[in-house]
């Protein structure tokens, strides 16, 4: 009787209370990113993180994890630590998809930091002109275009008080980033109303998240 118990014991233990919980061993590394994926897309970045992490742990060479972790980590409001997990995946980014995919979640977590010259050096060194074709991410539960990454651009300088240039135009200022996320132009005339236009331009395209 005591050995039945303990069998019944050992397979409760073993199967989990719920009988729901991932093995990782018995799984793969993209059924566990697909797994991950489906809770982030529901909101459940807590549980989507730790898939993440456990998808790190089976194979730490492939870039997936370190994304998932990365916006999983942002969405949960730890841009510092998101940073860190976006700046470990561009070891591994081996396509152009999962390239744009990082940069996307980087700037939006140097912008949460309030890393704003960061930003203006990432998109120095990574143009968003030359990922066009990669556009729009649809993967996650947003979509992200290159204007939201204007936008992002623009919400940088802005935070740093370089609003427009007035002698010619050039890249380096708010103004400019913005009028390459819209249809029509937009004129500057004053600081307020160029952050009114930012954050119309946010809240018409859902990617508020970036403020």
Known sequence: MHRVLYIILLLFIIT????????????????????GWTEYNQGKYDDAYQLFLDAKDYDDKRPEAYIGSGWSLLRRQHPDSSIVAFRAGFDYVTSLADTVDVLCGLSGSYLAAGENTNIINLFKKYTVSSYEDVFPLEKHDFFI?????????????????????????DPDNATYHLNQALYTPYTYTDSQALMEKITEYLNQSGSGFYL
């Open 16 to 35: 989990g209370c719920s009988g729901g919980i991932m093995d990782v061993k018995q799984t793969s590394y993209d059924d566990i990113i697909k797994s």
């Open 145 to 169: 275009d290159t204007g939201d990454l204007e936008i992002v651009q623009a919400m940088a300088f802005y935070r740093l008080k370089i609003y427009s240039s007035t002698e010619q135009p």
